[in-house]
């Protein structure tokens, strides 16, 4: 257990490290829901750096495919609870302007009042969601 | 004779080749951390059940790590490398769509167990529950943006 407790460190860290990289480069929020959805359809001049990110974080999942298969697991719910799950998260985070990235990661760390507040409630809402449906 | 870095043309390159390592960098970073497992997030957002830490862990080591790396950047320069400004979301009031959207979207996320990063990257893997889930959740996204006001 404390080996897969480092580990989630370690993976944290480098989460943090990439959107602290993108901030540096490109002078952007590292939220994923945001990045994508500000390219349904394509809002801005130039979505380049969208994409190119976007490319990258598939890149890593087509490569584990590969080199470390059980690193992705399956969830274990219906495929009308998954369908259900992919609309709520979808319209939720756009509605509230981020997910776990650019709410929980980058704007925890910039003690963003809005998204301290917008964790407390996923987490919240998540946590109930997780305990009445079941593992 | 023009420097490398002045080129128009090679900066466009650049600028596009560090946003696409920051993606692999950020998706490695979830894989690694065991994000891209539904059973752990919902075994990290069940508390009544064996609860499983560790995707906090993993929340805090980012928050960690981006706070420091942040001030840092902030203090230290006046634009980043790729853009003329810093786009820092400068809101601080709360709103019912904020707490709106987090509520469902934590909803999302206890149900299907997956969010929008690990969910894009199982679904590049070829996770068929995560293929499922993202073609739901850019419905979702596309709803929101179709219905709401933006």
């Not at chain 1, 860290?13 to 952007?28: E, K, S, T």
């Amino acid at each position: 257990m404390p080996q897969t407790w480092f580990l989630a460190l370690a993976g944290g860290g480098l989460i943090g490290a990439a959107a602290a990289l993108l901030f540096a480069a490109h002078g952007r929020i590292a939220g994923v829901s945001g990045i994508v959805g500000a390219l349904l359809p394509p809002r801005e001049r130039d979505p380049g750096w969208r994409v190119a990110f976007l490319i990258g974080l598939i890149a890593a999942g087509a490569v584990a495919s590969v080199v470390a298969p059980d690193a992705v697991g399956s969830s274990p719910r219906s495929l009308g609870a998954l369908v259900m799950a992919g609309l709520l998260v979808g319209y939720g985070t756009r509605l509230g302007g981020g997910c776990t990235s650019g709410h929980g990661v980058c704007g925890v760390a910039r003690l963003s009042v809005r998204s301290i507040a917008a964790v407390a409630t996923f987490l919240l809402t998540g946590a109930i969601t997780a305990w009445v449906v079941g593992p | 004779m023009t420097a490398p870095a002045v080129d128009p043309r090679g900066r466009r390159v650049a600028s596009l080749v560090v946003a696409g390592l920051c993606g692999a960098l950020f998706g490695t970073g979830l894989l690694l951390a065991s994000m891209t497992r539904p059973d752990v997030i919902i075994g990290f957002l069940d508390v009544t059940r064996g609860w499983d830490p560790r995707a906090g862990f993993v929340m805090g080591g980012a928050v960690m790590v981006y706070a420091v790396a942040f001030r840092w950047i902030r203090r230290r320069s006046g634009a980043p490398w790729f853009d003329r400004e810093f786009h820092v979301p400068p809101r601080r009031d709360l709103d019912g769509r904020l707490l709106a959207g987090a509520a469902l979207f934590g909803i999302g996320w206890g149900l299907g167990g997956f969010c929008p990063g690990p969910g894009l990257v199982a679904a590049a893997s070829g996770n068929g529950t995560a293929l499922v889930f993202v073609a739901a959740m850019l419905a979702g996204m596309w709803i929101q943006h179709r219905t709401g006001r933006d």
